[in-house]
């Protein structure tokens, strides 16, 4: 069974740039969240999309957006980069509901260096 | 005070003991909880999730979960070199769908 892929893996910005990530969750998983990973901040939340629709979204600028496609694959975007957009970003996957029992899994990340 | 708080470490333990691994939540709403672990460049890996009271064994890890307390951990026995990594926890608290808040993360070492 695949596990959640992201792509691209690495990638190189300019800031004022902007970029968009892909996420392609397990097969039959309808929940897909995204999140940012930097050394100061750690693990944050910025959107979870279950069934197409934004069911969730953390605290992070407009510059940030997202949307999920009738297959589950989701893509976030961000616009106007600036250097501290440069992080791990991450696709987490689940069944979806939000119940007791939803394992969640993540991807292997995309890593963005803004310069 | 951080949502879900855990010691930062590194908790160094040597090959074949017990690690034990802490983590407290401030929102008593909170209903699923996780523990991830994170190699130095990898995206986190499931370990284990847990939501009700009480323990919840895996192989060599065991979650242990109250509550009332409000705190959630994770115990590794026969701890091995691989297993050096950061743990990090996670909690989806109440009508949140299927967001993770985290932790810090516990660096743990655990020495030959």
């Known amino acids: 069974k695949a596990g959640v892929t992201q792509t691209p893996r690495y990638l190189i910005k300019t800031r004022g740039q902007q970029v968009t990530l892909s996420c392609s969750p397990i097969?039959?998983?309808?929940?897909v969240s995204w999140y940012q990973q930097t050394p100061g901040q750690g693990l944050q939340f910025l959107f979870e999309?279950?069934?197409?629709?934004?069911?969730n979204k953390g605290n992070f600028p407009g510059r940030f957006s997202g949307r999920q496609f009738s297959n589950s694959r989701s893509e976030m975007n961000v616009s106007t980069l600036e250097l501290g957009d440069s992080a791990l970003y991450l696709c987490?996957?689940?069944?979806?509901?939000?119940?007791?029992?939803?394992?969640?899994?993540f991807g292997e990340g995309s890593w963005l260096t803004v310069v | 005070q951080k949502e879900v708080e855990q010691n930062s470490g590194p908790l160094s333990v040597p090959e074949g003991a017990i690690a034990s691994l802490n983590c407290t939540y401030s929102?008593?709403?909170?209903?699923?909880f996780f523990w991830y672990r994170q190699y130095s460049g990898k995206s986190p890996e499931l370990i284990m999730f847990?939501?009700?009271?009480g323990d919840k064994e895996d192989g060599r890890f065991t979650a242990q979960l109250n509550k009332a307390s409000q705190y959630v951990s994770l115990l590794i026995r026969d701890s091995q070199p691989s297993d050096s990594a950061t743990y990090l926890c996670?909690?989806?608290?109440?009508?949140?769908?299927?967001?993770?808040?985290f932790g810090g993360g516990t660096r743990l070492m655990v020495k030959p």
């Open positions: 987490a996957s689940s069944l979806g509901g939000g119940a007791n029992g939803n394992t969640i899994y």
């Open positions: 097969s039959g998983h309808r929940s």
């Open positions: 999309y279950f069934s197409e629709t934004q069911r």
């Open positions: 929102d008593r709403g909170s209903q699923s």
């Open positions: 847990i939501y009700s009271n």
């Open positions: 996670a909690v989806i608290r109440n009508n949140a769908g299927n967001m993770l808040t």
